[in-house]
């Protein structure tokens, strides 16, 4: 069953049992409250992206080491462009599975949030 399907499945069964969706469903809550950057975006980050983007490896000329580099592709787009596998942008990680989607969420949640240093 491709993941589309069962999404709109889950959607469908969980309408049907609304008031015990928690407890049915732990795993599909994507909290998106205060979105901490050492607690999740650095982790994130480091365990995706860092290989390349370091500052000793700088590919593509991109560092996302340290939080102000971060927040320099936070603020041009091009951070989300690429996670989000917008087009126009190149899909991150190169060569490798795109983020989840609670992953993304909550990243964009962490600049909407205002790249806290939290
Ligand atoms: C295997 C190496 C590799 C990994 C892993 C990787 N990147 Fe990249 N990234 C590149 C290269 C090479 C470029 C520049 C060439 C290109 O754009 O395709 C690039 C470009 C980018 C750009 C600029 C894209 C644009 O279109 O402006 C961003 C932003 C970026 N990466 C973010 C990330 C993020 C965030 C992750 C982790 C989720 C990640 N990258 C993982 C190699 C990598």
Redesign the pocket.
């Known amino acids: 069953m491709n993941k589309y399907l069962f999404l709109v499945l889950l959607t469908l069964i969980s309408a049907c049992y609304y008031d015990v969706e928690e407890e049915l469903y732990p795993n599909e809550i994507c909290d998106t409250q205060e979105v901490s950057y050492s607690g999740f975006v650095k982790p994130v980050?480091e365990d995706?992206?860092l290989?390349?983007?370091n500052s000793g490896s700088n590919?593509?000329n991109?560092t996302?080491e340290g939080i102000d580099n971060v927040r320099i592709?936070s603020a041009n787009g091009?951070?989300l462009?690429?996670?989000k596998h917008e087009p126009g942008?190149?899909p991150?990680?190169?060569?490798?599975e795109k983020?989840s989607d609670c992953q993304i969420t909550k990243i964009e949640a962490w600049i909407n949030q205002g790249t806290m240093d939290n």
Do not use: E, W
């Open positions: 980050l995706n992206c290989i390349c983007h590919m593509g991109v996302l592709y091009r951070l462009g690429a996670i942008f190149s991150m990680p190169q060569g490798n983020l």
